[in-house]
């Protein structure tokens, strides 16, 4: 189980809700999530996953702060059933 598996398994699970999960990166900056995720039924999701225990790194976890002080939900997964918590 590595950090493309649980992505993988994200973006099958969105596409399954009727969703989009989008692969990002910004354009002269680190630190972008690596998905946004779209539902029609709730708001956009940013989501950084991570394989099995690990963390967001100090210059991803300083973006996550600048976006989320900018209203955005970004959320840390490392596992399947952190995906599945997020979609349920
Ligand atoms: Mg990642």
């Not at 809700?17 to 779209?38: F, I, N, Q």
């Not at 956009?44 to 973006?63: D, F, N, S, T």
Request: glycine residues 8%; hydrophobic residues 40%.
């Amino acid at each position: 189980m590595d950090e493309r598996d649980i992505e993988r398994h994200l973006s099958q699970r969105v596409k399954a809700l009727g969703g989009e999960c989008r692969k990002v990166s910004w354009l002269g900056r680190h630190g972008a999530p690596d998905r946004l995720v779209m539902l029609p039924t709730q708001s956009a999701i940013w989501v950084e996953l991570k394989a099995p225990g690990q963390k967001a790194k100090p210059h991803q976890q300083r973006e996550h702060e600048r976006m989320r002080a900018m209203g955005q939900r970004v959320v840390v997964i490392d596992s399947i059933e952190g995906v599945e918590a997020l979609l349920a």
